[in-house]
């Protein structure tokens, strides 16, 4: 019933920046988020995590974007952002959000799964 989905992805010039948002939607009853991420897949890569941001506020990033890319959330919203400066053609990848729920107190655990947001840096 829960979904997320991605948008703010797109074609942008090197030294641009864009923002990603990755917004919660459905029957979120009983559900917490324990954290959420975000991870890419380039071409013929592995998908990486590059950002994530757990329930009490703490972050951690990939040591190759923490000095450029910065994830926030809107509670109000059910929205995670990815705000990405200076990108460089190496972030060209398809951006996808992440996010680890609990279910009730059950101590059930899911993992749910956007389907995506194409990023190409054209340099």
């Known amino acids: 019933q829960v979904k997320l989905v991605e948008s703010g992805g797109g074609l942008v010039q090197a030294g641009g920046s864009l923002r990603l948002s990755c917004a919660a939607s459905g029957n979120m009853f009983g559900f917490s988020f324990l954290a959420m991420g975000w991870y890419r897949q380039a071409s013929e890569k592995q998908r990486e995590l590059v950002a994530i941001?757990?329930?009490?506020?703490?972050?951690g990033y990939s040591d190759s974007v923490k000095s450029r890319f910065t994830i926030s959330g809107d509670n109000a919203k059910r929205t995670v952002y990815l705000q990405m400066n200076s990108l460089s053609p190496e972030h060209t990848a398809v951006y996808y959000c992440?996010?680890?729920?609990?279910?009730?107190?059950?101590?059930?655990?899911?993992?749910?799964w956007g389907q995506g947001t194409q990023v190409t840096v054209s340099s």
């Open positions: 941001l757990s329930r009490d506020g703490t972050t």
């Open positions: 992440c996010a680890d729920l609990q279910i009730g107190a059950t101590l059930a655990r899911k993992t749910l």
